[in-house]
């Protein structure tokens, strides 16, 4: 449990990892409130009972309690019947991702409890928060057809019943984004670089990019970043398929595979790495000063996603100056400008063979309207979303 010294909120993220973590940390940070959390791990047993958890662990509320909110991991109906006291507070769903499309190989994979439980959370909450406009259409559209699996006596004004409660509220860019550049760039002169100049200190986002730029005019290599869980839902077979083709075009290149995985590695990313060799700069998880690190030294960043509905990591990487290559598709039409999508694996790799050829390429004036998903722009939403 972490308390701040306001306790008007109550936090709920059943799985405490990644960009949950990020943004409930933010929240607490600047709006104060009490959070209780579980492990980022066994997601699946995490989104079938942490209620019951919860609902043994958390106090009483205090008085001057006025809102709950938790992620879409967290089943809200079995808590507040477990809790009524809970139930009486405003119930603020945050949607990082739906399960009425995730991606499954076969159709008999796919648990229909996790999404029917995201559908019942919904109808029992307040105010239902989406990270992007793909996500909540995904969401609403799905409903009908989703529940259409059900033999019999199927529910009717189901999305009705829903729709009138949602809205699209982006996950912010951390606030402190520039102090991340900095603190990296005053780090990092300790660490070896591969093909890279040690850039000065960064003061604003408009000197890294000039700073990036007269590394690469220096040391024209290009550094792809892969910044993606190893899992098959963000595409591994394909990117590695590319950076197969990269190699036997015998291009000039290096790759950071960054993301968290678990024993199960995917044999694509297994069978590539020994034939990356010295190409492979980084892999795997890193802390977060290396992170923001390699953001600082990477050229282009690449999505080969199947299941994305922000992408946090990619919108990280383009902040810091890599230029994006995402795929036509998901959440990414909605943030990024028409020349960082690509329709095909042949598309996405005839780019990237350009931007070998041509680093300086990649330093293109790309309109991303950052703007829009500052803190101090989404700030005064979340406080309204919150009741404060």
């Known amino acids: 449990m972490t308390q701040a010294a306001c306790s008007d909120v109550l936090f709920i993220e059943p799985y405490y990892g990644g960009s949950h973590k990020q943004l409930v940390d933010l929240l607490v940070r600047e709006f104060g409130g009490t959070l209780f959390t579980l492990p980022p791990s066994k997601w699946h047993w995490r989104t079938r009972v942490s209620a019951l958890h919860f609902a043994d662990t958390i106090p009483e509320p205090p008085k001057l309690c006025k809102t709950l909110f938790a992620s879409s991991v967290l089943n809200l109906c079995e808590l507040v019947a477990l809790r009524p006291d809970l139930g009486k507070l405003n119930k603020v769903l945050y949607f990082h991702e739906n399960q009425l499309i995730y991606p499954v190989r076969k159709q008999l994979e796919r648990d229909f409890q996790y999404g029917y439980n995201q559908i019942l959370s919904c109808l029992l909450a307040d105010v239902i928060l989406f990270n992007s406009h793909f996500n909540m259409a995904s969401f609403l559209d799905s409903i009908p057809s989703f529940l259409k699996l059900i033999p019999d006596h199927r529910p009717i004004g189901v999305v009705e019943r829903i729709r009138d409660k949602c809205s699209v509220l982006y996950f912010p860019l951390e606030p402190n984004l520039h102090h991340n550049i900095q603190i990296r760039e005053q780090t990092k002169k300790d660490v070896p670089q591969a093909g890279t100049t040690t850039p000065q200190l960064c003061s604003s986002r408009s000197t890294l990019l000039s ?133 095909t694996e042949q598309q996405l790799f005839k780019r990237l063979r350009a931007f070998c050829l041509r680093p300086t390429l990649t330093r293109a004036n790309l309109q991303i309207p950052f703007d829009r998903f500052q803190w101090g722009t989404l700030k005064l939403q979340y406080k309204h979303s919150l009741h404060l």
Request: glycine content about 4%; hydrophobic content about 40%.
């Open 211 to 343: 700073q990036k730029l007269t590394c690469l005019l220096a040391t024209p290599c290009l550094h792809i970043l892969w910044p993606h869980r190893w899992e098959h839902d963000k595409g591994p077979d394909e990117f590695c398929a590319v950076l197969r083709k990269l190699l036997d075009a015998r291009l000039d290149f290096v790759v950071s595979i960054l993301g968290s995985h678990t024993n199960d590695i995917p044999a694509s990313i297994q069978e590539v790495i020994p034939l990356l060799g010295s190409r492979l700069l980084h892999k795997g998880s890193v802390s977060q000063q290396d992170y923001w690190r390699i953001l600082t030294e990477a050229d282009v960043v690449v999505s080969t996603a199947k299941h994305e509905f922000f992408g946090v990591a990619m919108l990280e990487a383009s902040y810091c100056g890599c230029y994006p290559l995402c795929p036509n598709r998901l959440v990414y039409p909605e943030i990024y400008p028409e020349e960082c999508l690509y329709n």
